[in-house]
């Protein structure tokens, strides 16, 4: 009888060193990237105004690729860049025999989704807005479950093409395309 007691106890302490173990702590780059200017990606919509060229002002999508498809010079890459970036690159290839000119303008017309996991009222993907934090997400998503881990939650992030995973308090802020994962608490 001590025996299984002991193996028991065991037990339990291997399970919680093993949901220990899979911790790993926010990576510094996760906070850094929500003071850097926002980069597009696939699921971004933008408004892009060629002062004067009403046939060239228009709104356009980021594809899969990366890519948004424009009038005249056709595939313009827009997936990494900021607004600021993708500007110059449509002004230069305007320039390159289209326009003499041209005065480009971007901005932001919906940001790719969100998507919020686990023990939530109905996870799913849902549009991001600028202010967005990880408990207003939750909200948005039915609201914790009743076995739901309210203290912290997994988001996982591209940043700068790298895909990372950190562990955050609900009060802190989301980016477009960030996936919410809420962990099922143990006890």
Do not use: W
């Not at 500007?87 to 290839?93: H, L, P, Q, V």
């Not at 948005?140 to 990372?164: L, P, Y």
């Not at 950190?166 to 989301?174: A, E, N």
């Amino acid at each position: 009888m001590k025996s299984l007691a002991v193996l028991f106890s065991a037990l339990v302490v291997a399970s919680a060193l093993a949901g220990c173990s899979s911790y790993r702590p926010t990576p510094a780059a996760f906070h850094e990237v929500l003071d850097q200017p926002y980069r597009l990606g696939a699921g971004d919509r933008i408004r892009v105004t060629v002062f004067e060229q009403e046939g060239l002002t228009n709104t356009y999508s980021v594809d899969q690729s990366g890519y948004i498809s424009f009038p005249l010079v056709g595939a313009v890459p827009a997936r990494g860049h900021t607004a600021q970036q993708l500007e110059a690159e449509i002004a230069a290839k305007l320039r390159q025999g289209y326009l003499r000119d041209p005065d480009v303008s971007i901005e932001m017309d919906r940001y790719r989704p969100i998507f919020v996991m686990g023990e939530v009222g109905a996870a799913g993907q849902y549009s991001y807005v600028p202010g967005l934090t990880v408990q207003k997400s939750i909200a948005i998503a039915g609201g914790f479950s009743a076995r739901a881990n309210q203290e912290s939650v997994d988001i996982t992030r591209d940043i700068n093409g790298k895909v990372m995973t950190g562990r955050v308090r609900t009060s802190d802020p989301l980016m477009p395309g960030d996936t919410v994962y809420v962990r099922e608490r143990l006890f």
